[in-house]
């Protein structure tokens, strides 16, 4: 065999092994985190498709019934309480899971449009599976602390025909506070006099690369940038309760939750 044919059938000398590993790594390291971001902006994508099937069902029950789904509410039948959610209706006691809540039968795939795709966490109650999302409890959906009999004692939200900025006015939204997720969402300024720790737990997660996904009253679905702490903001609250800026507020008023 003569020198050039030695020459051609050489391998890889351990200078252009170390060079050929090197130039491997910096593409990964270009490549990998465009695909990681790929992925969130799916994820992302598939929020908001969520969430827009979601506003689409509670517009279905408002046309049907005038009201809005109701948030909370509880009732006892044959000595049990239940809890009857805009999502699940659980027994009070055990948390157990007894039925669909209000939204299922207006919401195709349910399992999968009450899932946020980028929330892996937990819920208030470790019985319920699907997680991430919020609503408007504090202008829209109905509440009661307990009814017995009837929806005498039901605090009902602004009746969607008296909703003057359904553009403007959240409906859903990615829930989180520094405990997980909660599925009221809560304006900083709510009507409803609840204690501010209360309020605090019922923000929005700004997970979505940084933003939180939105469904407004009239449908549209946007994407939220910039967390706002509220007006009544202690550090406390900012840093026991809310998590901020992780999780925030739409607004640092209630415009972005008041519809009237």
């Known amino acids: 065999m003569n020198n050039a044919n030695r020459q051609s059938s050489r391998g890889f000398t351990l200078v252009e092994l170390l060079v050929s590993i090197g130039i491997l790594s910096l593409l990964l390291g270009i490549l990998l985190p465009a695909l990681s971001g790929v992925k969130a902006a799916s994820r992302s994508m598939e929020c908001q498709s969520n969430l827009r099937q979601m506003g689409f069902a509670a517009q279905r029950y408002a046309a049907i019934w005038d009201i809005w789904p109701p948030a909370l509410r509880y009732e006892v039948r044959d000595s049990t309480a239940y809890t009857i959610a805009w999502d699940y209706v659980t027994e009070t006691i055990s948390g157990d899971i007894v039925s669909p809540g209000t939204l299922w039968q207006f919401t195709d795939n349910p399992t999968r449009a009450m899932q946020d795709p980028a929330y892996y966490g937990s819920t208030d109650n470790p019985n319920e599976p699907y997680t ?88 549209h679905v946007g994407s939220v940038s910039q967390p706002k702490k509220g007006e009544r903001a202690t550090e406390e609250l900012l840093n026991q309760f809310l998590d901020y800026p992780d999780n925030g507020f739409l607004s640092d008023d209630d415009s972005a939750y008041d519809p009237g």
């Open 132 to 219: 991430g999302y919020n609503y408007n409890t504090s202008y829209l959906g109905a509440e009661a602390m307990w009814v017995a009999d009837g929806w005498e004692s039901v605090r009902f939200g602004v009746p969607p025909h008296a909703c003057q900025r359904s553009s403007q006015c959240a409906i859903f939204g990615c829930g989180g506070y520094a405990g997980g997720t909660n599925k009221f969402m809560r304006a900083p300024l709510s009507p409803n006099s609840w204690p501010l720790n209360l309020i605090y737990a019922g923000a929005q997660a700004f997970r979505h690369q940084g933003c939180t996904n939105v469904v407004y009253i009239d449908g």
